[in-house]
């Protein structure tokens, strides 16, 4: 298998613009994760989904964030418009099971900086 | 607030030598605990867990203890390799879920 698959990996774009983060998790996984990096917070949970649906989006900071699963290969994160704040690494994960000792694989990641 | 903080930005070890890392906690739910591996340009990877039923988890050259009364954890690489260099992230989870909550990680360099 290949693996946790985002893309792009880099995204430059300017204050205001739409963004699409892309995410291919691992096939047979029922659960998938997006996580955001950043130097202040270190590593956060924005959201998760089980089957496609999301369970928890406690962890996405504003309306303008949105994220979808429609389909169990594929899931996207959006920020629309976006800001300078947003700037940082996004990951998706994803796990066979939802239990703590179910692993998460991680993707290597989207590099997102908007100026 | 932060529910699980790694209060040392980055370590230096000398190859050969032991590393440890520290990793603290507030919410007294949590009830699992693991370590990621981080290098640069790449996702996180599981490193080792343990279960708040331990106190002692060991795989190789790693171990990590957990101090329930404390709330505090920590990552012992003995012997160190260059290898080893990378950001380490300490995470918790609460009630068997898989939701979890990371700290903000300890680079670790570990030099010849």
């Known amino acids: 298998d290949a693996g946790v698959i985002q893309s792009p990996r880099h995204e430059v774009t300017e204050m205001g613009q739409e963004v699409t983060l892309r995410c291919k998790p691992i096939?047979?996984?029922?659960?998938l994760f997006w996580y955001r990096q950043t130097m202040m917070r270190g590593l956060e949970l924005l959201i998760y989904?089980?089957?496609?649906?999301?369970?928890?989006d406690s962890g996405m900071p504003e309306d303008r964030f949105s994220a979808k699963m429609p389909n169990a290969s594929f899931s996207t994160l959006k920020i629309q418009p976006s800001e300078p704040r947003d700037s940082a690494v996004y990951f998706c994960?994803?796990?066979?099971?939802?239990?703590?000792?179910?692993?998460?694989?991680f993707g290597p990641g989207t590099r997102l900086t908007v100026l | 607030d932060q529910q699980v903080k790694q209060n040392s930005p980055s370590l230096s070890v000398q190859e050969g030598r032991i590393s440890i890392l520290n990793c603290d906690y507030t919410?007294?739910?949590?009830?699992?605990f693991l370590w990621y591996k981080k290098y640069p340009a790449e996702g996180p990877t599981f490193l080792i867990s343990?279960?708040?039923?331990?106190d002692k988890n060991e795989d190789g050259r790693f171990t990590v203890f957990l101090n329930k009364s404390a709330k505090h954890l920590s990552l012992h690489i003995v012997p160190s390799q260059p290898g080893d260099s990378a950001v380490y992230f300490c995470?918790?989870?609460?009630?068997?879920?898989?939701?979890?909550?990371f700290g903000g990680g300890t680079r670790l360099m570990v030099k010849p």
């Open positions: 994960a994803s796990s066979l099971g939802g239990r703590a000792y179910d692993e998460q694989f």
């Open positions: 096939s047979g996984h029922d659960y």
């Open positions: 989904f089980n089957n496609n649906v999301p369970i928890d």
């Open positions: 919410n007294s739910m949590f009830d699992y």
């Open positions: 343990i279960s708040s039923i331990k």
């Open positions: 995470a918790a989870s609460g009630n068997a879920g898989n939701m979890l909550t």
